[in-house]
Each structure stands twice: as C-alpha cells, then as structure tokens.
C-alpha cells in the first residue's frame, strides 16, 4: 500500500494552485497510483481557529474511502484537547499543527504540552518545516521555517511523542538538517544507517508526502523511484 | 525523441573532485530518463578560478574546451553551448565563432551583464548570423544586483529580444527559483522568447501558467541540475497535452530552433 501522508484540500491563500478540490485529488492519487492519502484543509491553516475547517474535513474525507483526515489543532486556544480527542475518535491517523503560521512558539509551553498530549494519545503530531519553496513565496509571506532545533526539543520534550515533519526536503539545500533524509514508502526501506539515526532521535522520520496540490506528487513519486533503484 | 536544452558538464578545474562521476552519472540519469540530447553549457571553472556568473577569459576558454572534447567523446548524446562573459565582447564574440565552427549549437550568457545591456547586442547580432539560439541564465524576478550578477530577469530578456526579434532567445530555468510568474507575464507577448522549463521548482500551477503564458510551441524541456524534478515535469505535462503539443516540448521546438542537422531527427 502506498500512503501520501502530506495532501491538502482546498484553495492555498497566496496563489492560484489549480487540482484543490476532491475530485481533483483523487484523480491525482490514481495516476500516481496512491491507494490512501492522508488530507488536511488548506485553508483553514491560516485562519485564527485553523479547527473551524476541521468540520468539512471530517465530512469530506468520509466520501471517499481514500482520504483519512488530519485535522488541525491550535494548542494556545481554549478547548484544544477536545480537538485531539476528536481526532482520535473519527480514526485521524495524526493531527496537524503548524506552530509558526500559528504564531506559536514552534518549542515553547504549548506546543510541548500538545506533543505530550499527542504522545498519551498515540496519536502523531505532523508539522511542516513550510508549505512553500522559500524561494518565490508572495512578499507578504513573511512565515520562518520550522527550525530544526525546535524539532529536536519536542522529540525530547515526551518519550512518547511521535512527530511527522513535512515539506523538508528543499530543493535548493538538499536534505534537511533534520533527522529523515528518506522519504520513505515504509519502515522496511529505510536503510540500517538511517534506522539508527531514528533510533537515536526516536521519532523523526519523514514519510511519502506529496503536498499535493501545493507540490506536484509527480516530483515525489520520481524522487521515491530514483531511491528505489539506486537501493536494488 | 527527448531534447535536454538545459544541462551542465563537469570538468577537473572545477570545484568538484568527481567531476568524472558526476558526467557519468548525468549521461546514466539520463539514459534512464530517455533523453536523446544534452544540449550542454560548462560556466568557466564554476567559481574555482574565478566567479560562475562572471567568468573570465581563460576560463570561459578552458570550460568551452572541457565541453567540446565531452561533445567528441560522445557525439551522440551531448552538444555544446558555447558560454561567454559578455563583458568580455572581442573574446565573447570570437569564443562563439571557434565553438560553433568546432560543432556547438547555441551560445549560453550567465548573469554577468544586464541582459538588456547594449554589450548583449554584438552577440545577439551574432547568433542572428549563425541561426543560433541563446540560453539566457535568468533568476526568476531579480531586481537588485547580487554579488557577481546585475539585477537582471525577464523583462530586461524580453527587452533584448525586442531588439532582436529574429533571434531566439530561451529564458532559462523557469523553475530555478524565484517568482515565475512574474517571468511568466513578462514573455507572454515576445514571441522570440522560449521558457526552459528545468529546475528544482515543482510548484502546482506552474506547468499551467507557462502553457497559459508560452503556449505549448514556445515550451523546452529542460532539467538543469535537478533531473528528477524536470522528470516529473515532463510526466505532469504528459496530463495536459495531447501527443502532438507533448512532442512539441519534448524535442519539436528546440529543432526548430536550434541550427538544422543539431539533432538527430533532422
């Protein structure tokens, strides 16, 4: 089985980016031949509640057995552990929270206490280093980049936190300074080398992500392919 | 049939000790990707010796040289951009003439000089004369000079081309990095301007917006350094052309502007 755990629905708010709607995803996931693709509503991540998209997620990912939902969640609002517990309840495989274009402290008191609450639940945390190339972002995009070191406090912060960490490959820089430099169709491609460095991290790795529709799936499906043959 | 009109060759003055490796690996990628033809530029020594976007003379020599002899040893895989310094303009225009008599096709200009800079014009009057395109290096919207490089993108290409309308000019890399739609717009109505469409940018939208902008007859293919990604492009395309426009990309347009006899096909 081949999981896009990175896919969005909905329109991105600094550019046209044609294929956000659902039936436009599904036709991308059956060219690409991805049988399930985990999604989160675009839109809503950059609202002041990023959970009042979550509603038409959970609607919208129940037409179509394809799409598991990934809701987001804001740990500096009132209320946000009965987000998660939504989440557990509708079977999220994650829940999603992008610190920065939240204007949280990507390691501070609230987002380790939601990587705590994460871990209790079993339930992994998914953030993005960012959701476009650095490189041409509209001049009012003014996001930073999820630090690498914020990363590696979280993973620190809880035993049991699991965390996602999305869009980290740059095109420009090569892999990032993080811990996955694979992107990994699942735990048995990873190579012994990086297993340890999982290990030793104890939860970054970075899995099959296509960012559709913000990044062509075509890119990471090519990306996979070159690896897998370069391993055989 | 599948024409690369954006790629780079190593050789032992540059940075990179597996310059060798790194030749052999693009041929192999490439083998696998099924490209026919690298149409192929070296930068001088690529910072070694002197600046990539500024290189001197003897560097600029010394790469044409480098990627002459990879043009020899496999003529049936790599053809030659000659690369000049423009500010160089005797030696630029005489480097162009050795190199073309010597088997390359087209002429390659870094960032070295504004692109719509009167110092351009004797070599676009020369690539008029042997009915050769240029591969003009273009970051994609730069308005302020970089260390090295004038402030210089595609309304200052498309002005040149404007001078020079019999001329075909290829702006480089639309997905190099930067804001392609403003390069987009800017080419939308100079019709001797072609967009490469290599890079590393994969960005959902951007295929879309140089078909609205281009129209699939001013499309090349191209992939720079990143060769996945201008793969995946060339899959992508695959989804909104029909057979005869993707032919048109993949290798029609660059033989219709590229000297006759350049490439296979003809």
Redesign the interface.
């Known amino acids: 089985m081949r999981i896009d755990c990175n896919a969005f629905l909905g329109a991105y708010p600094w550019r046209k980016v044609p294929g956000t709607s659902p039936d436009s995803l599904v036709a991308a996931l059956e060219r690409t031949k991805i049988d399930v693709a985990w999604v989160t509503h675009l839109p809503s991540l950059f609202w002041r509640d990023p959970t009042e998209g979550n509603a038409w997620l959970y609607e919208t990912a129940r037409k179509d057995k394809r799409f598991r939902p990934v809701p987001t969640v804001h740990p500096g609002l009132a209320q946000w552990e009965q987000v998660l517990a939504d989440a557990a309840n509708a079977g999220a495989p994650a829940i999603r929270c992008d610190p920065l274009y939240l204007g949280l402290e990507p390691s501070g008191s609230e987002m380790r206490v939601l990587a705590a609450a994460c871990g209790a639940a079993r339930m992994p945390l998914l953030l993005a280093v960012r959701l476009e190339d650095g490189r041409q972002r509209h001049p009012n995009d003014h996001v930073a980049e999820l630090p690498a070191a914020a990363v590696r406090a979280l993973i620190r912060s809880d035993a049991d936190v699991r965390l996602i960490v999305t869009h980290a490959v740059d095109a420009r820089r090569g892999p990032p300074p993080l811990v996955g430099h694979q992107l990994d169709l699942g735990p048995a491609r990873r190579s012994s080398r990086d297993a340890a460095r999982h290990d030793r991290l104890r939860a970054v790795r970075v899995w099959h992500g296509t960012a559709a529709p913000a990044a062509r799936d075509e890119h990471r499906e090519a990306r996979s392919a070159r690896r897998e043959a370069r391993s055989a | 049939m599948l024409v690369d009109v954006h790629a780079h060759f190593y050789h032992a003055r540059t940075p990179r000790a597996d310059w060798r490796e790194r030749n052999e690996s693009r041929l192999a990628a490439g083998a696998?990707i099924g490209i026919t033809i690298h149409v192929a530029s070296i930068l001088g020594s690529f910072g070694l010796t002197s600046p990539t976007y500024f290189p001197s003379p003897r560097d600029v020599t010394a790469g044409n040289d480098a990627l002459l002899a990879l043009q020899r040893a496999h003529p049936d895989r790599i053809r030659g951009y000659a690369c000049v310094n423009p500010n160089y303009t005797a030696h630029a225009r005489t480097e162009i003439v050795r190199c073309l008599d010597a088997g390359m096709i087209g002429i390659k200009l870094a960032a070295s000089r504004r692109a719509d800079d009167p110092l351009l014009d004797p070599i676009a009057s020369l690539a008029l004369e042997r009915r050769v395109p240029v591969l003009q290096h273009i970051w994609?919207r730069r308005r302020r000079d970089w260390p090295g490089q004038e402030a210089s993108d595609a309304i200052e290409l498309c002005t040149l081309a404007r001078r020079h309308p019999d001329v075909a000019f290829i702006l480089a890399h639309i997905g190099g990095?930067?804001?392609?739609?403003h390069s987009l717009r800017a080419i939308a109505d100079v019709p001797n301007v072609h967009v490469d469409l290599s890079g590393?940018?994969?960005?959902?939208?951007m295929l879309?917006a140089c078909l609205e902008s281009a129209g699939a007859d001013r499309l090349l293919w191209g992939s720079d350094i990143?060769m996945?990604?201008g793969?995946?492009?060339l899959?992508?395309l695959e989804?909104l052309l029909s057979k005869d426009e993707i032919a048109l990309v993949r290798w029609k347009n660059a033989a219709r502007i590229f000297p006759t006899g350049a490439f296979p096909s003809d």
């Open positions: 696998k994609q990095g930067g804001d392609w739609l590393s940018g994969v960005d959902g939208g879309e990143t996945e990604t793969w995946a492009k899959r992508y989804t």
